[in-house]
């Protein structure tokens, strides 16, 4: 059993910042990839940013430059430190990682979302 758990989000004004958490627990033997998503309403969810296990980052073009991602080894966790924050930032925003267990395989795990708005 593996569980991502989010902690973070909130509601901020334009400009701003916010920083997201998300640790992963349970029976964890391997942790490649983790990444962060989001979803506004009416949207399709989609990658905001991703981190392999060698660290090499990966962006969405719209969060370029004001997003950072990076993983805590030690325990198998992941932020994202978000600054500049637009109105279209808004969303709810998922933890996914790509785990392998004692007893299954790597496949993707996701938490359940928290939520970022973005307002005045």
């Known amino acids: 059993q593996v569980q991502l758990v989010e902690s973070g989000g909130g509601l901020v004004q334009p400009g701003g910042s916010l920083r997201l958490s998300c640790a992963a627990s349970?029976?964890?033997?391997?942790?490649?990839?983790m990444a962060w998503y989001r979803q506004a309403p009416g949207q399709q969810r989609g990658l905001v940013a991703h981190i392999t296990s060698g660290s090499a980052t990966n962006y969405a073009d719209s969060v370029k430059g004001r997003f950072t991602i990076s993983r805590g080894y030690a325990n198998n966790t992941v932020h994202l430190q978000m600054n500049s924050l637009k109105p279209e930032d808004t969303a709810v925003y998922y933890c996914?990682?790509?785990?392998?267990?004692?007893?299954?395989?790597?496949?993707?795990?996701w938490g359940q979302g928290t939520q970022v708005t973005v307002s005045s």
């Open positions: 349970g029976s964890i033997s391997r942790i490649a990839a």
């Open positions: 996914a990682a790509n785990i392998r267990t004692y007893y299954n395989n790597f496949r993707d795990y």
